[in-house]
């Protein structure tokens, strides 16, 4: 497989180019006026300056003659030299706020368009297997970590190549005038000067932001650390097992893994070479002074002249340091746009397709799904986890899928729902194989319920509604579909009912039960089923409840999918014993298959394994029914005898 990292690295014109290419694509996202503003404003910032050096040079130039004028009316000779030069720097300073203003909403405009791009690249474009490949997280961290504003974003380059502009301009009105008053010569030393600094100075940069694209994983591992052990996610965890002393190593070790690295290259890639382009500066600006100084001795530069060469030769001697509001901005904002490219590109190729079209269900034709001898791997090089599996999924009934832990349940789930391909063989829906039509079609076919669904930090009527956003306003089809879950009752306990906000990190929010979780996004299920997605897929979605709720949460969604083909999976064999179908999965294939009845009177390793589960509920019961006697809860008489069928 292709490394997402591998990019053959361009000579220095192709770097800026490539660079000036990117920033000129980010600058498509912002409105046409606001750019033609920020240019402007960015021109007339950059001017003023030079403006000011003007009208001080003419100020000063006066002031001789204003010294040697008799009466009051001496400073009259100034003119209007002191107002204009003061006018310079104070429109200056005014204009200030107004070019960050500006820039703000120039990387606003750039953000929003490329987080959109983000989104659809993440939730839809990227197939399912890249975003599992560690190489590609790592390009996504740091895509993300451009718009979680963790470093700068694609809009913060945008602006900040604006920004250049007002520096390049003082610089030309300064060398301008440097050749006027010194002549040609002077005036092009300065300015080449100055450009050389400049591009050392920014290649250097550019070397060190490549090491940090290439720390990109042990970035992902830091920014892990400091999120997980901030947040509020291990704080039980933390405190039950006394973790912190272990995660401050763990993360002086890890932040040393990524910062020493960095910290060795700062010294290699930017402080050597500036000690070198400090040297050219001072060669180059040395050169101007001693022109300079050498002109005024000779007496054949006015006072004017020497004022004003002398504040301009100053300018370009600046220019080679570092421009705060441009440079890290444009490196690592650019960064973050490339690594949204290259997953754009990523994504492209990928199997998962557009977004989903109204009208796709047309496409998608009806009738049994088959698995036709399907194998499949998740790495190249990894072993099969399916391996040569056939199975029939009959339209319009219920098959439960079963096994151990890692037999390959879930993953016969993902392909079925394609967010993966098979490695060998092929899915088909009434005989047209699914990779015959986009995937998002498919998608739009299905209503799935994954072992770890999300659970929105939205509110219940959201995170319902989500089955089928098209539907989030119609309360009835949302309540209906909860009833229909059970979670009906859970929502009418919460303090907003649907309005609420299924978390207690908002106020008036909720939190729920992993089983009152399972119920809300069984309705978001049901709720697509509605809207007419034809086959619903269970993924262990009663894991978190007890077994008698488990066992007639599985009769009540049989009888009320009636008719619908259904996919579920499943650990208690007993739970689903009222399926139509029950496939046993072992080592990746299909053990044995059939009804309740056929595979107990089959007396294979289904039977085994449904007497062990339910031999194993019996004492637990057992164990239950006594300690409660014990504790004189319920007169030993009373208690019901457990039988092997209470698994039922
Ligand atoms: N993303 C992945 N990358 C590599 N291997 C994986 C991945 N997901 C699952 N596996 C491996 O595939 C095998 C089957 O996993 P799968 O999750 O399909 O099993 P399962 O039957 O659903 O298990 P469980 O009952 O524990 O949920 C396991 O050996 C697992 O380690």
């Given at each position: 497989m292709r490394p997402a990292h591998h990019v053959t690295e361009p000579g220095w014109f192709g770097r800026r180019a490539d660079r000036w290419r990117s920033v000129g694509r980010l600058l498509r996202h912002t409105h046409p006026a606001l750019l033609t503003a920020t240019i402007a404003l960015h021109i007339t910032v950059g001017l003023l300056p030079v403006v000011f050096i003007a009208w001080t040079s003419r100020l000063i130039s006066r002031v001789p003659d204003a010294l040697s004028s008799s009466g009051g009316s001496g400073w009259a000779v100034l003119g209007l030299a002191p107002l204009l030069a003061v006018c310079a720097f104070v429109v200056q300073q005014l204009l200030a706020p107004f070019q960050s203003a500006l820039g703000e909403l120039v990387t606003r405009q750039v953000d929003g368009a490329c987080i959109a791009r983000l989104m659809r690249c993440a939730l839809t474009g990227l197939p399912v297997a890249e975003l599992e490949r560690q190489d590609v997280l790592d390009i996504l961290s740091d895509a993300r970590g451009g718009f979680e504003r963790v470093s700068p974003t694609p809009g913060d380059a945008a602006a900040g190549a604006l920004a250049l502009i007002a520096r390049y301009a003082q610089l030309t009105g300064a060398s301008v005038m440097v050749a006027l008053v010194l002549g040609p010569g002077p005036g092009a030393l300065v300015a080449v000067t100055a450009l050389v600094i400049r591009f050392g100075q920014r290649g250097s940069l550019d070397r060190f932001g490549a090491l940090r694209i290439g720390l990109a994983g042990e970035r992902r591992k830091l920014n892990y650390l400091r999120r997980t052990a901030g947040g509020p996610a291990l704080a039980k965890e933390a405190r039950m097992l006394g973790l912190l002393p272990w995660l401050r190593e763990r993360h002086t070790a890890q932040a040393r893994g990524y910062l020493d690295p960095l910290w060795e290259g700062r010294r290699r890639l930017l402080f050597r070479p500036f000690v070198g382009l400090a040297a050219v500066g001072l060669v180059g600006g040395g050169g101007s002074l001693y022109v300079l100084a050498r002109e005024g001795a000779n007496g054949s530069l006015s006072l004017l002249q020497l004022s004003v060469a002398l504040q301009a030769v100053l300018i370009p001697m600046r220019f080679g340091v570092y421009f705060p509001e441009s440079d890290v901005q444009t490196r690592d904002g650019l960064a973050a746009y490339h690594a949204l490219t290259r997953l754009e590109s990523m994504a492209a190729g990928g199997p998962a397709g557009p977004e989903r079209q109204d009208g796709?269900?047309?496409?998608v034709p009806e009738g049994p799904i088959r698995f036709e001898d399907v194998s499949f791997r998740y790495q190249d090089d990894g072993p099969d986890v399916l391996s040569g599996l056939d199975l029939v999924l009959e339209h319009g009934r219920s098959t439960a899928v079963v096994g151990l832990n890692g037999a390959g349940k879930t993953t016969l789930v993902k392909l079925l729902a394609r967010l993966h391909e098979p490695s060998v063989g092929r899915i088909t829906a009434g005989g047209t194989p699914l990779s015959g039509f986009p995937a998002a079609d498919w998608h739009r076919r299905i209503a799935v319920i994954f072992q770890d669904f999300t659970r929105y930090q939205l509110t219940a009527a959201e995170n319902i509604g989500l089955g089928r956003p098209d539907r989030m306003d119609d309360r009835e089809a949302l309540l209906a579909a909860a009833g229909r879950a059970g979670a009906r009752e859970v929502i009418e306990r919460l303090p907003n009912g649907l309005d609420t906000v299924l978390s207690g990190q908002y106020e008036n929010g909720s939190d729920l039960s992993g089983g009152q979780w399972q119920r809300v996004a069984l309705s978001r299920a049901l709720l697509a089923v509605d809207a007419g997605a034809s086959l619903l897929i269970l993924?262990?979605?009663?894991?978190?409840?007890d077994v008698r709720a488990e066992a007639a949460f599985f009769d009540r969604f049989l009888e009320m999918t009636e008719g619908i083909t259904s996919v579920i999976v499943a650990h208690r064999f007993s739970s689903v014993r009222r399926a139509d179908r029950i496939v046993v999965l072992a080592d990746g294939a299909v053990a044995e298959s059939g009804t309740h009845e056929e595979l107990m009177a089959l007396d294979g390793r289904y039977a085994d394994l449904f007497r062990i589960q339910a031999e194993r509920f019996a004492e637990e019961q057992a164990e239950a029914a006594a300690a409660r006697a014990t504790a004189g809860t319920l007169p030993r008489a009373a208690q019901p005898v457990p039988t092997p069928e209470g698994a039922r």
């Open positions: 796709a269900l047309a496409t993924d262990e979605p009663t894991a978190q409840l």
